[in-house]
């Protein structure tokens, strides 16, 4: 699911998908991030 995204998720983190996963994942808001191809900036505003 996530390979697609591999460059979001290196340009995101400095990191491989490997060393990633090898580090424990990612958390579900640095995921959804990777995966609509944004960039992550340590928080994600929530809206309710």
């Known amino acids: 699911m996530i390979e ?3 460059e ?3 340009k995101n983190h400095y990191q491989s ?3 990633l ?5 990612l958390t ?3 995921l959804v991030c ?4 944004r960039p992550w900036f340590g928080t994600m505003k929530i809206e309710k």
């Open 4 to 6: 697609p995204h591999r």
């Open 8 to 10: 979001q998720a290196k």
């Open 17 to 19: 998908l490997e060393r």
């Open 21 to 25: 996963a090898e580090r424990g994942g």
């Open 28 to 30: 579900w808001d640095e």
């Open 34 to 37: 990777v995966l609509a191809d």
